[in-house]
């Protein structure tokens, strides 16, 4: 409902949800209170904690202001209003403002104001007192949640500098492979990104990281058993929500060192009226842009990448804004040379076919462009005090393009590959909130996407003879193909039922259905509990049923009668991938040992069907996805943190066991003796680390902030089938950061970063088993500066 008065309101911020309402702070009663309907209130953060003392206005529908009052210790409020429409607007330091349209019609009537964090938000297991902790349950859903705040991005050696995989690289159970790729308890890739609440459009990876860490004030990582609001990609949620810096401010950073790099960034945001915006841009340059293939220098190994994302919305009244958000990614790689290699390894008559008598592998130029945008449109509102609602058009194109030094990866593969793969994306995201009673919340929504995809593939080969000799020259094969109108669509409803003070049960049911390569469906139930022991325990548990298609633009459509009788000929089937379906179970437990200590633990089981991997197979750099027929995924995460005034700490450990039997498409990719054996035995996924470990400390003395992070990991599978493991591997950073006021410049703060302290990684390319690629060693230690300027 829709008042003209509200226009005059200038602080707009945020939801509204319902919620149970208990006796509030009053400061000031209107003496027409008592004998009228009692307005029951909420006042809350974005994950549900309350905010106590938050002041709340009341304003009539002349846009008087009728009465000031404060929320309580839990956040709570209540006074009594005649019939009428009334407009709620909460206020809290250092949190956005929220505006709540009640409607009394005679009745009792409850409501909850949401304030978005401009800053780093106070963390709550209980909803009885503050936490400091960065692992919590979130209790609307029951999964699983690791925070990164602005101080906790700040609090990293590498400060806001830090690409986002390392970022998450700090929660426990995330892995790493040397493209950049995360992998998140066990599962391949499957991580959905949403910023501002907000579901992106998925595009394809690889070597660059796509999002800049820079714009985000805050950074939400949700594992578990997730609700029915999230599918497609259920591994992990990562959840961003952008710097709420609309006031004339920016800063322009200077970031560089080691290995040529180069990167600056500029961010700023400001107000016109109704009209908010922000926008950052970065640059990237360096001479170690994919991790190197051998313990030396790198050579052939540049890198330069441009990321750039902006965020406007306007107010079309005081309960209806519409936004638009823009992002940009375009990166080069040239794919690092290896030298001493031999050519022509199986001795099939390559090179005398080329005239030549030998050929030096560190002359290779290989290389591969990537590219991705996106554009969304979003309406968000109140229709009611009851009810509120978002949608969002997207667009989104994305590409990856792999070209060939033809001589070079002829001499040593006997193929040379030009391979480009996109697509085009559009689609619409509807999501609504639904308060039905003060018990229940519910939530229903639907999701639909088109889907237009490129695959092209010119092959330079070989022909070969039945001894499987070199017989001829080279020449090149031309495999091009377009698959329009591929559709994935999807519904859900779930209903947050507060069932009494301790015990919030979060069940739904959703609904999904892809049209591809194959067409399939699954109806997926989900339920989730969260219960409050105790006010410092709180234990959770939860059941989700997953549906994840696989990457259609990455699918392999290669003919394979094509390539019959050349240096590229495959033997077996090519039978379609499928879409991953999961049973996925989650127990955990929180726990306050007292106000600067946390601990918690977390376990994961969960069966597959039709299990997706990918891997790289060949010389190029572009993963292709597989099914494994069945899956099982099991698991263990212990977290701690600390955090006092001048001192904070973490620590996270897991054990992870990810393992697969059966290979169910894409056949022709492997040997008939790894098929032979993935069909008898258990094997490990390739991108599995056994046992991870990660931690990190923040000190700041005397207005010198001191940092440190590590990261261990272990048991990743190589080998024939992944039967064998590799060595772990260890990585260190230090950080030095303190601001100094100049009188020329004005305050600038610089930054001193040590990364890789021991230079001790031995980092592996994803696909090191099946997939096979050679082993990659991490990225050697590195100096680097970095310096903020306020604009």
């Not at 991580?191 to 609440?197: A, L, P, V, W």
């Not at 600056?264 to 945001?269: F, K, L, N």
């Not at 190029?620 to 001048?646: D, Q």
Request: net charge negative; charged share 10%; proline share 5%.
């Amino acid at each position: 409902m829709h008042c003209p008065v509200l226009k005059t309101i200038k602080r707009i911020a945020c939801t509204l949800a319902l919620s149970q309402g208990l006796l509030g702070g009053l400061t000031s009663q209107p003496a027409w209170a008592g004998p009228d309907n009692r307005l029951q209130g909420q006042v809350e953060d974005s994950l549900g904690n309350p905010i106590a003392q938050a002041q709340i206005q009341v304003q009539d529908d002349s846009g008087k202001t009728l009465v000031t009052l404060h929320s309580d210790a839990a956040g709570q409020f209540q006074l009594s209003l005649p019939q009428g429409t009334y407009s709620l607007q909460a206020h809290q330091d250092p949190y956005q403002d929220a505006i709540g349209i009640v409607t009394m019609d005679g009745t009792d009537q409850a409501t909850r104001l949401t304030l978005g964090s401009t800053q780093a938000l106070a963390i709550q297991i209980s909803s009885a007192q503050k936490r400091s902790s960065r692992t919590q349950v979130s209790t609307q859903d029951a999964s699983s949640v690791t925070r990164f705040d602005a101080q906790a991005i700040q609090d990293l050696p590498q400060g806001e500098n830090t690409p986002l995989n390392q970022v998450l690289l700090q929660a426990p159970g995330v892995v790493n492979d040397s493209f950049g790729q995360l992998h998140i308890r066990g599962d391949h890739a499957n991580i959905q990104y949403r910023i501002n609440g907000i579901l992106l459009p998925e595009g394809m990876n690889g070597f660059g990281q796509f999002f800049d860490t820079r714009f985000a004030q805050q950074i939400d990582l949700m594992t578990g058993a997730l609700p029915a609001l999230y599918g497609d990609h259920t591994a992990g949620v990562v959840s961003i929500t952008t710097k709420q810096q609309y006031d004339g401010s920016g800063q322009f950073d200077l970031y560089g060192g080691s290995f040529s790099t180069l990167n600056p960034s500029v961010e700023y945001g400001n107000s016109i009226g109704n009209l908010s915006y922000f926008f950052t841009g970065s640059y990237l340059s360096n001479s170690l842009g994919i991790q190197r293939p051998n313990p030396g220098s790198p050579i052939h190994d540049n890198t330069q990448q441009f990321r750039g994302f902006g965020y406007l919305s306007y107010l079309l009244d005081p309960t209806t804004k519409v936004s638009l958000m823009l992002g940009g990614y375009k990166g080069s790689f040239q794919i690092p040379a290896n030298p001493g290699q031999v050519p022509d390894p199986n001795q099939i008559g390559i090179l005398p076919q080329m005239g030549l008598n030998g050929y030096n592998s560190a002359t290779v130029t290989d290389q591969q462009n990537e590219s991705n945008q996106f554009s969304i449109l979003a309406l968000q509102g109140s229709l009611s005090d009851q009810l509120d609602y978002q949608s969002s058009l997207f667009s989104r194109t994305t590409s990856l393009q792999y070209l060939s030094d033809i001589p070079g990866d002829l001499a040593f593969n006997g193929v040379a590959p030009d391979i480009l793969r996109s697509s085009l994306s559009n689609g619409l995201q509807s999501d609504a909130t639904w308060r039905l009673t003060p018990a229940h919340t519910v939530r229903f929504g639907f999701y639909g996407q088109t889907e237009n995809i490129v695959s092209n593939n010119t092959s330079t080969v070989f022909p070969v003879n039945g001894n499987g000799m070199v017989s001829g020259p080279a020449y090149a094969i031309t495999d091009n193909h377009t698959y329009n109108g591929n559709t994935l669509w999807a519904l859900y409803t779930q209903d947050e039922w507060k069932a009494n003070d301790r015990l919030t049960i979060n069940y739904g049911l959703r609904f999904d259905q892809i049209n591809a390569f194959v067409s399939e469906n699954q109806w997926s139930p989900r339920i989730g509990m969260v219960y409050t022991l105790t006010p410092q325990t709180t234990w959770h548990m939860g059941y989700s049923r997953y549906f994840t298609p696989p990457p259609n633009e990455l699918v392999s459509a290669s003919t394979l009668a094509l390539f019959q009788n050349t240096t590229l000929a495959t033997n077996g089937q090519n039978s379609p991938v499928k879409s991953q379906r999961t049973d996925y179970y989650d127990v955990g437990l929180l726990h306050q040992l007292n106000t600067q200590t946390n601990v918690g633990v977390d376990t994961y089981y969960s069966r597959s069907t039709n299990l997706l991997d990918e891997g790289q197979f060949g010389p190029a750099l572009i993963m292709t996805p597989f099914n494994y027929n069945e899956g099982l995924i099991y698991g263990i995460e212990f977290t701690a943190n600390y955090k006092n005034e001048n001192f904070s700490s973490y620590a996270n450990l897991a054990r992870t066991i990810s393992q697969a039997r059966g290979i169910s498409s894409s056949q022709y990719l492997f040997s008939p003796a790894v098929l032979s054996y993935a069909a008898n035995n258990w094997v490990y996924v390739d991108h599995q680390q056994a046992l991870t470990a990660s931690s990190g400390l923040a000190y700041n003395w005397e207005g010198t902030h001191l940092s440190a992070d590590l990261i261990y990991q272990s048991g990743l599978r190589n080998g024939f089938a992944n039967t064998t493991s590799l060595p772990a591997y260890t990585v260190v950073n230090l950080g030095v950061r303190r601001t100094i006021a100049l009188d020329s410049t004005g305050p600038m703060e610089y930054r001193l970063v040590l990364l890789n302290l021991f230079n001790q990684t031995y980092l592996i390319r994803d696909g090191s088993g099946i997939g096979v690629v050679a082993p990659q060693y991490g990225m050697p230690r590195g100096i680097f500066l970095g310096i903020t300027k306020p604009l």
